[in-house]
């Protein structure tokens, strides 16, 4: 059976979705106790960029944090799970949404506590914009 190029795109999602788990020590914690926002977001970037660099396989450049929400401060003592998701693909970007999970180590109740997305370029040997998804993606699947 032959996939169409929208159903390998589709699974080229499904399958960059990455989980990554953290655990909150006092070292990146600030005077509240807390994860600062700053390592909240570069972990969020990074597992961004895992999953844009997973679905397209292409050099990638982050352009820009749209809309972080700190629903929740995680504490030092918990994990976060990182999840991040694939949602948007373009000509040369995509959109990647990035969700953490606040969860308590003794404790069952993991809960969203910060979310926001992450748009990436691709770009070519000359750090030129270039197609995310490419006629050898579709054909080579």
């Known amino acids: 059976?032959?996939?169409?190029?929208?159903?390998i795109i589709e699974k080229r999602i499904k399958d960059s979705v990455t989980y990554v788990t953290k655990t909150v020590f006092p070292s990146r914690t600030n005077h509240h106790n807390t994860l600062?926002?700053?390592?909240?977001l570069a972990w969020m970037d990074e597992v961004a960029f895992i999953a844009a660099t997973r679905f397209c396989r292409k050099p990638l450049v982050t352009i820009s944090s749209d809309r972080v929400d700190f629903k929740e401060a995680i504490p030092a003592g918990t994990f976060a799970e990182l999840v991040a998701e694939?949602?948007?693909v373009g000509n040369t970007s995509l959109k990647v949404d990035v969700n953490i999970y606040l969860e308590r180590m003794h404790k069952d109740d993991?809960?969203?506590?910060?979310?926001?997305?992450?748009?990436f370029?691709?770009?070519d040997d000359n750090h030129r914009p270039?197609?995310?998804?490419?006629?050898?993606?579709i054909?080579?699947?």
């Not at 059976?1 to 159903?7: F, P």
């Not at 993991?110 to 748009?119: D, E, P, R």
């Open 110 to 119: 993991k809960h969203l506590a910060i979310s926001g997305s992450f748009t």
């Open 130 to 137: 270039t197609p995310v998804v490419c006629d050898k993606m």
């Open 121 to 123: 370029v691709a770009v």
């Open 36 to 40: 600062f926002g700053g390592d909240a």
């Open 1 to 7: 059976m032959t996939l169409s190029a929208e159903q």
């Open 86 to 88: 694939v949602v948007y």
């Open 139 to 141: 054909k080579g699947f």
